[in-house]
């Protein structure tokens, strides 16, 4: 079973903190990474996408991967409560087809 | 311009119903999807069509018969739905394969009463 996980959460940071958000997955194959951010109501948006080992910065928002592990994460600096919303993890993976699994999502709640 | 563009927004249908949502990208993406997200829970693939073509079907009921007309529209043929169908369709497009990143339009609530 082709399989990429979460903590479910609630994560909860203040106002300004950095949130970490991680993600495991289990096809050491997958090449493509994607963050998502989803609010509540709302359809999925792209944040970041990640295809090498390393870092990739985007303004507030830092991916992390490594392949070796099978983690990949998602930091977001200076926190906002505007940031409140549901982080889904997605991974291509071959399984019958190349397709794009979802993990379950990490809640994140940022307090003002 | 990274829009997908679905109609209609909401929906509400009974089980004898035939409807169809609609989906529209002018990106040029080759690669179009229709997920299923139930509330709280991670979009699930559908189908898959790559240059037009099926590629994917996750084994769907064949109450859901999807459509491409052409490279920039993906249709979702609805019949005798059952209530336990009611969620959030959601098409997607990328670039090219699933390596690639897709963005999502809006969504189509769907209710099946």
């Known amino acids: 079973q082709k399989e990429v996980e979460q903590n479910s959460g609630p994560l909860s940071v203040p106002e300004g903190a950095i949130a970490s958000l991680n993600c495991t997955y289990s096809?050491?194959?997958?090449?493509?990474f994607f963050w998502y951010r989803q609010y509540s109501g709302k359809s999925p948006e792209l944040i970041m996408s990640?295809?090498?080992?390393g870092d990739k910065e985007d303004g507030r928002f830092t991916a992390q991967l490594n392949k070796a592990s099978q983690y990949v994460s998602l930091l977001i600096r200076d926190s906002q409560p505007s940031d409140s919303a549901t982080y889904l993890c997605?991974?291509?993976?071959?399984?019958?087809?190349?397709?794009?699994?979802f993990g379950a999502g990490t809640r994140l709640f940022v307090k003002a | 311009d990274t829009e997908v563009t679905q109609t209609p927004k909401h929906l509400v249908m009974g089980m004898t119903n035939k409807k169809s949502l609609k989906c529209e990208q002018h990106?040029?993406?080759?690669?179009m999807y229709w997920y299923k997200q139930k509330a709280k829970k991670p979009p699930e693939l559908m189908f898959v069509?790559?240059?037009?073509?099926?590629?994917i079907n996750e084994s769907v009921p064949s109450r859901f018969s999807p459509e491409c007309p052409n490279s920039s529209l993906l249709n979702l043929h609805l019949h005798a739905l059952q209530p336990e169908d009611s969620a959030l369709y959601l098409c997607?497009?990328?670039?090219?394969?699933?390596?690639?990143?897709?963005?999502f339009g809006q969504g189509t609530r769907l209710t099946v009463v």
């Open positions: 096809d050491r194959g997958s090449q493509s």
């Open positions: 069509y790559s240059y037009e073509k099926l590629s």
């Open positions: 997607a497009s990328s670039q090219q394969g699933a390596d690639t990143e897709a963005f």
């Open positions: 997605a991974v291509n993976m071959y399984t019958g087809g190349f397709k794009t699994i």
């Open positions: 990640i295809y090498s080992n």
């Open positions: 990106m040029g993406h080759r690669a």
